[in-house]
Structures are given as structure tokens and as C-alpha cells.
């Protein structure tokens, strides 16, 4: 079973830019596919973008052209470069692992299996 550490969350302000990274011990990402998904105070979990093994990437349309996500298999690493960020992206962010067979979609969260701890990503006005 893979398991996942995020990093790379923190302060900063409106405009501004942040890498979030995670990490995977346990195995391999393989054919997994790998997610970001974001939690502010109240609301439900959503997802942010998702690449899946075989480099096909996919992004919440508030985010298409901002954020761009990457996955290093040979370093079981997936990183989100997160740009001109905006007050309501503060939020807990997750890294997230499914296999291409579960059931729904990339963008649902019910349909990963492994989930990461979370990094919190407050951004100011």
C-alpha cells in the first residue's frame, strides 16, 4: 500500500505563487492515478487537478491555465505549481491515489483510496 506526505503548503499573499509536493512510500505509483484535492473550513472536499499514468492531466476549470500538476515516477513524486493564487484558494490541500479501475471519475474523491495528511495553503488579500 503506497502511502503519501505532502509538503510545501504555507502563507502567502494574493497574486502570489506556491508548490505543493508529495510523496509516496511503499510502493511505487505504477499505474496509479494521482490527485489534488482541497478542503476549506465548511465545505466539502474538491478536486484540483489529477495526472494519470500515462501523462494525460486534468484540472477543475477555476484552475486551467493557474495550476499545473506533474508526477516524476521515477521519484514517486507529484508536485502542483499553483499560480496567481486568490483569497478563496485557501484551503487544507490533499494529495490523493486511485487505481485507473476504481469506480466514478478522477474528479470524485470517494474513488481514491489513498489519501495524504494535508497541507495548509492560506493565501491573503
Known amino acids: 500500500q503506497v502511502q503519501l506526505v505532502e509538503s510545501g503548503g504555507g502563507l502567502v499573499q494574493a497574486g502570489g505563487s506556491l508548490t505543493l509536493s508529495c510523496a509516496a512510500s511503499?510502493?511505487?505509483?505504477?499505474?496509479?492515478?494521482l490527485g489534488w484535492f482541497r478542503q476549506a473550513p465548511g465545505k466539502e472536499r474538491e478536486f484540483v487537478a489529477a495526472a494519470t499514468w500515462t501523462g494525460r492531466t486534468y484540472y477543475r476549470d477555476s484552475m486551467k491555465g493557474r495550476f499545473t500538476i506533474s508526477r516524476d515516477n521515477a521519484k514517486n513524486t507529484v508536485s502542483l505549481q499553483m499560480n496567481s493564487l486568490k483569497p478563496e484558494g485557501t484551503a487544507v490541500y490533499y494529495c490523493?491515489?486511485?487505481?485507473?479501475?476504481?469506480?466514478?471519475?478522477?474528479?470524485?474523491?470517494?474513488?481514491?483510496?489513498?489519501w495524504g495528511q494535508g497541507t495548509q495553503v492560506t493565501v491573503s488579500s
Open positions: 511503499g510502493r511505487t505509483f505504477g499505474t496509479l492515478t
Open positions: 490523493a491515489a486511485r487505481n485507473p479501475s476504481s469506480s466514478g471519475t478522477y474528479q470524485e474523491p470517494e474513488g481514491y483510496h489513498v
